[in-house]
């Protein structure tokens, strides 16, 4: 006899790896808050790429089968374990964190560290996009590549959510910023969030034009496949690419590196240890606070149309901020 007093939610369920055709909406229980853990009801799910892979099963770390996607989201909390005592019922919240249960369903569970205060000035969309974008931007940024201000940044592809995450961090810092992107809105975009200069690397010249100003010191390069030997011609001594992004091999010639002294640096925010990650997040929290967090929302999708999502972010010919799912009202 079924029992009827187990509470149920509407969840994306994938039961095998594989295409955004594995992702459909079941009815799962509600999961049990754990001891220090926070139970938010989700309004909103951010989607990122590193969603898509892990749903593929092209991932480093995968969850047992069957799992709901998704790292980050925003919501309301919905009840707390009784060790948590940094939230309460009724918060606004976002959140970011890996778990077997992820976001893209109406309730779940997060440990209390990966649980953040969104405050009232953002909504949840915005509050969906934060997560690993902003994270990794700063991991990549103050972190990894050390930025100081003064320094010259080259953001690869400053459209997408982390890049425009990196253009806000970095101007907060005092940085001089170049971001590339491959439409004209998103040069638009990139240029509104706050860029002091933008390039289309879809033309042809990109790479000359850039080379005929000042090198960086710092780049952040969200497709080093594409762009890394690009990259190492153009940083100044001494200079920094943090590779943030990267979807199959590249030959890079290692005499660029030498003459500079240059450095290519790997960025995973699932390597930061937990100092680094309370560092990263408190700094990101009070972002919020000061108002230079400034999510950019593209599109919104409803909780059905999730594997849409999937498909988008991955295939996009031109990334013009974050993409949610609207999991409720």
Same mark, same amino acid.
């Given at each position: 006899?079924?029992?009827?007093?187990?509470?149920?939610m509407?969840?994306?369920?994938?039961?095998? +790896?594989?295409?955004?055709?594995?992702?459909?909406?079941?009815?799962?229980?509600?999961?049990t808050v754990?001891?220090k853990q926070?139970?938010?009801?989700?309004?909103?799910?951010?989607v990122?790429p590193?969603?898509?892979y892990?749903? *593929?099963?092209?991932?480093?770390?995968?969850?047992?089968?069957?799992y709901?996607p998704?790292?980050? *989201?925003?919501?309301l909390?919905?009840?707390?374990?009784?060790?948590?005592?940094? +939230?309460?019922?009724?918060d606004?919240?976002?959140?970011?964190q890996? &778990?077997?249960?992820?976001?893209?369903?109406?309730?779940?569970?997060?440990?209390e560290?990966y649980?953040?205060?969104?405050?009232s000035?953002?909504?949840?969309?915005?509050?969906?996009a934060?997560?690993?974008?902003?994270? &990794?931007?700063?991991r990549?940024?103050?972190?990894?590549?050390?930025?100081k201000?003064?320094?010259r940044?080259?953001?690869h592809?400053a459209?997408?959510?982390?890049?425009?995450?990196?253009?806000?961090?970095?101007?907060n810092?005092?940085l001089?910023v170049?971001?590339?992107?491959?439409?004209?809105?998103?040069?638009?975009l990139?240029?509104?969030t @706050?860029?002091?200069? *933008? +390039?289309?690397?879809?033309?042809s010249?990109y790479?000359?034009?850039?080379?005929?100003?000042?090198?960086?010191?710092i780049?952040?390069?969200?497709?080093?496949?594409?762009?890394?030997g690009?990259?190492?011609?153009?940083?100044?001594?001494?200079?920094?690419?943090i590779?943030?992004?990267?979807r199959?091999?590249?030959?890079?010639?290692?005499?660029?590196?030498? @003459?500079t002294?240059?450095?290519?640096?790997?960025?995973?925010l699932f390597?930061? &240890?937990?100092?680094?990650?309370?560092?990263?997040? &408190?700094?990101?929290?009070?972002?919020?606070?000061?108002?230079?967090?400034?999510?950019?929302?593209?599109?919104?999708?409803d909780?059905?149309?999730?594997?849409?999502?999937?498909?988008?972010?991955?295939?996009?010919?031109?990334a013009?901020?974050?993409?949610?799912?609207?999991?409720?009202?």
């Open positions: 006899m079924r029992n009827t007093s187990v509470k149920m509407r969840a994306v369920l994938v039961r095998q +790896f594989g295409g955004s055709d594995q992702m459909r909406v079941e009815n799962l229980p509600i999961p754990g001891d926070v139970l938010i009801k989700v309004h909103s799910s951010g990122n590193v969603d898509t892990v749903r *593929a099963g092209q991932y480093k770390n995968l969850p047992n089968l069957p709901t998704g790292k980050d *989201a925003a919501g909390v919905h009840s707390v374990g009784p060790s948590v005592t940094r +939230f309460k019922p009724g606004r919240v976002f959140s970011s890996t &778990t077997q249960m992820g976001t893209l369903a109406e309730y779940a569970c997060v440990d560290p649980v953040f205060p969104l405050g000035s953002l909504t949840f969309d915005e509050g969906a934060i997560g690993i974008p902003y994270f &990794t931007a700063y990549a940024l103050l972190q990894k590549g050390l930025a201000k003064g320094e940044v080259l953001i592809g459209s997408g959510a982390v890049g425009l995450a990196a253009i806000q961090i970095a101007k810092h005092g001089y170049v971001g590339t992107a491959g439409t004209k809105e998103g040069i638009e990139v240029l509104e @706050g860029a002091d200069a *933008a +390039f289309n690397h879809r033309d010249k790479i000359e034009n850039l080379l005929e100003g000042e090198k960086f010191d780049i952040v390069e969200m497709l080093s496949n594409v762009n890394l690009h990259d190492l011609t153009l940083m100044k001594s001494r200079g920094r690419t590779v943030v992004g990267c199959g091999p590249v030959t890079i010639n290692p005499r660029d590196l030498m @003459g002294e240059s450095s290519i640096i790997g960025c995973a390597a930061a &240890t937990p100092d680094e990650f309370k560092e990263l997040s &408190t700094q990101v929290v009070k972002g919020i606070t000061d108002g230079w967090v400034k999510p950019v929302i593209d599109s919104v999708y909780l059905e149309k999730a594997g849409e999502a999937h498909d988008a972010v991955i295939n996009s010919k031109g013009k901020g974050k993409l949610v799912v609207r999991v409720q009202e």
